[in-house]
């Protein structure tokens, strides 16, 4: 089993950046391919950015590319999610997800095994 404990998120004006961090505890020895989603009011979970186990593939929906970045800190067993230039749509609760290793990137919600409890994101006009 993994834990994960998102934080980091808050309230920001567009244009604003933030950064969120994904704390795993447990069996993180891993590997573990990782993943960011969201979820807005009133909207179904969506996928944000993943990352491979070995860090050599990464994948991000088309409404954050070039504006959100994943990666992982192996040393404190964390997955960050830099997120630049926010706009109001972007606000939604942001979830940290993990899995064992799949044969492609996981990018589904159903992919992943492992979620944490979410951080808020607001992006106000």
């Known amino acids: 089993q993994v834990q994960l404990v998102e934080s980091g998120g808050g309230l920001v004006q567009a244009g604003g950046s933030l950064r969120l961090s994904c704390a795993a505890s447990?069996?993180?020895?891993?590997?573990?391919?990782w993943g960011w989603f969201r979820q807005a009011p009133g909207k179904e979970r969506e996928f944000v950015a993943a990352?491979?186990?070995?860090?050599?593939?990464?994948a991000y929906a088309d409404s954050v590319k070039g504006r959100y970045t994943i990666w992982r800190s192996n040393t404190k067993n964390t997955v960050y999610l830099h997120m630049n230039n926010l706009t109001p749509e972007d606000t939604a609760v942001y979830y940290c997800?993990?899995?064992?290793?799949?044969?492609?990137?996981?990018?589904?919600?159903?992919?992943?095994?492992?979620w944490g409890q979410g951080t808020q994101v607001t992006v106000s006009s």
């Open positions: 997800a993990a899995t064992p290793p799949l044969y492609s990137l996981p990018t589904r919600p159903d992919e992943f095994n492992y």
């Open positions: 447990g069996r993180t020895s891993g590997p573990y391919d």
């Open positions: 990352q491979r186990w070995s860090g050599g593939s990464t």
